[in-house]
């Protein structure tokens, strides 16, 4: 790994990019050819990766990228990923939330009914350890498309999912339940990465910390 070489940032694309953008700018990290072109990918010039929030953690763990921007969501549900979360970045504020139906609650029904809930998610992982934790048996539907459907339908009784404003979930008749975490932009980084660029790395954080 040549110390030479830009540092490798990997940067999500979708709501978080802009953000991350700014950030960079603000860091003196040129980001106008990425801004300029939203179909390339690898700026190599400016050492920035742009792709799915959900891949970040992958190729920063695997050392094609040294650094990289991604939702706190994304690296409670890849848990078993081996990267180091430096520094929450404080934009992008989502929430993780238990929702159902309005009115009478159906998931708090059936555990009283029969013990078991059933939950649609596009987070299996933190789904099963919330309720775990909190001492309730689940039964895990993962769906990829517009989770809100899966109670309207009668398929669950309760969804777990990211929300930004909870509009999409009134506007389904859903409410929010119980808060599960507040997920923000976090910078992480390869872990043989911050030992050998430890220079340039703790430089960003010190600037970030001095926004």
């Known amino acids: 790994m040549s110390a030479d070489r830009p540092l490798r940032i990997a940067v999500p694309r979708g709501a978080l ?7 960079l700018d603000f860091l003196g990290i040129d980001t106008a050819p990425v801004r300029a072109n939203d179909r390339r990918l690898w700026f190599e ?19 094609a990228a040294d650094l990289g921007v991604t939702g706190k969501d994304v690296l409670m549900e890849q848990a078993e990923r081996e990267v180091y979360e430096l520094a929450d970045l404080g934009f992008g504020a989502c929430r993780m939330v238990l929702a159902s139906e309005a009115g009478p609650d159906k998931a708090a029904e059936a555990l009283k009914r029969l013990g078991v809930v059933r939950i649609a998610t596009k987070y299996p992982r933190i789904a099963t350890t919330y309720l775990e934790a909190t001492g309730r048996q689940a039964e895990i539907v993962e769906v990829k498309g517009s989770v809100e459907l899966a109670p309207l339908t009668g398929m669950v009784e309760a969804i777990v999912d990211l929300t930004a404003t909870g509009t999409t979930l009134a506007e389904n008749n859903l ?15 390869n872990p043989v990465s911050d030992k050998l660029r430890a220079r340039a790395i703790d430089g960003l954080l010190e600037r970030i910390g001095g926004r």
């Open 17 to 23: 990019m802009d953000g991350t953008l700014d950030l």
């Open 45 to 63: 010039e400016v050492g920035i990766i742009t792709m799915r929030p959900s891949d970040v953690p992958i190729y920063v763990e695997s050392g």
């Open 175 to 189: 409410v929010i339940r119980e808060e599960i975490a507040l997920c923000t932009a976090r910078l992480i980084a």
